[in-house]
């Protein structure tokens, strides 16, 4: 459930609404081509490591070896391994309506409500 908000977060396939608005002739990138339309599409990929990262981070427990660089080939790796479960569900899943998209987010809000009171009523 979060490697789906975290690709609703950062717009990629199927929530980048965005994006197939251009394909009906509209949207933000439609004035883009070339080396300006491939600086919108490095951005978004850089969007994707860093919260990819930030996730990892924040959320998956450390592997602590003990040694700097030993500790950043771990957390290179795990970032990997969630850009490339990132990609994979982009690739495999069909591209939502905008109705499934709002759908979507009114369930994950509604569950991120329900932990939170979760939360505060166990403490």
Same mark, same amino acid.
Do not use: P
């Given at each position: 459930m979060i490697v789906f908000a975290l690709q609703a977060f950062v717009g990629r396939m199927p929530f980048d609404v965005t994006e197939a608005e251009t394909e009906i002739m509209e949207g933000p990138l439609v004035e883009y081509s070339g080396p300006k339309?491939?600086?919108f599409k490095y951005a978004r990929m850089a969007k994707m490591f860093l919260y990819t990262? #930030?996730?990892i981070a924040l959320f998956v427990p450390r592997i602590e070896t003990g040694f700097y660089v030993t500790d950043l080939i771990v957390f290179l790796a795990e970032q990997?391994? #969630?850009?490339l479960i990132v990609t994979v569900i982009a690739a495999t899943h069909a591209r939502y309506?905008?109705?499934?998209?709002v759908? /979507? /987010?009114?369930?994950?809000?509604?569950?991120?409500l329900l932990a939170l009171l979760l939360a505060v009523i166990g403490s």
């Open positions: 339309l491939a600086l990262g #930030l996730f990997a391994v #969630l850009v309506r905008i109705d499934q998209v759908r /979507y /987010y009114v369930l994950l809000f509604v569950l991120a």
